[in-house]
């Protein structure tokens, strides 16, 4: 009984090892049949030629979705620039004696702070000399846009020399309490 289990056991390897052969056979006589048509080379530049398509359409894409994503924020700081305009246009609507003097632009980045700046030369006399108005004998507000405290007083000693008479007498974060006084 053993005999015949083994001869069993043995022949169904047997046939196992022949299916296999015969199937990698087979496979490799339908692989070569295949290759050795015409349209298998035409097929094969087809897909080449897509696969480069594809490969460029996707790197497309990614560029498109980058520069969407800068017209978006470029957008939304519009937006937020043409608030602000509305705002200081409803402001000065509502304040129609009130003078608005700015130095630099809301840019993204940028904070808002608020000067106090006079004329000595105009407010010792009482009296304009030459092309600076009469209303600087009185503090005049002045709005600055800039990154920094340092950066906002460089502007404003900039545009209003002390040379000419300007003086800076206080610079301020709306909100809070004055950040500093630039007295001498």
């Not at 001869?7 to 295949?34: H, K, P, Q």
């Not at 897509?50 to 700081?77: F, P, T």
């Not at 129609?96 to 106090?116: M, S």
């Not at 105009?122 to 000399?129: F, L, P």
């Amino acid at each position: 009984m053993l005999e015949r289990f083994l001869e069993a056991v043995l022949l169904c390897a047997f046939f196992s090892a022949a299916a296999y052969v015969t199937g990698r056979l087979l496979g490799a006589a339908a692989v070569s049949l295949i290759e050795r048509n015409a349209d298998v080379d035409t097929i094969r530049m087809v897909v080449a030629r897509r696969s480069g398509l594809e490969r460029g359409l996707s790197a497309r894409v990614g560029d498109r979705r980058k520069a969407m994503a800068e017209l978006d924020r470029n957008i939304k700081e519009l937006v937020r620039h043409r608030s602000h305009l509305e705002q200081k246009a409803t402001e000065a609507l509502e304040m129609p004696d009130r003078i608005l003097r700015t130095i630099g632009e809301p840019v993204k980045g940028a904070q808002y702070y608020l000067a106090l700046v006079f004329n000595k030369y105009v407010s010792s006399a009482g009296v304009s000399k030459g092309a600076i108005d009469e209303a600087w004998a009185a503090a005049q507000e002045v709005e600055v846009w800039a990154k920094t405290l340092g950066e906002a007083r460089v502007e404003l000693e900039r545009r209003y020399q002390e040379s000419q008479g300007f003086k800076i007498t206080s610079l301020v974060e709306p909100g809070r309490e004055p950040v500093a006084f630039l007295e001498d």
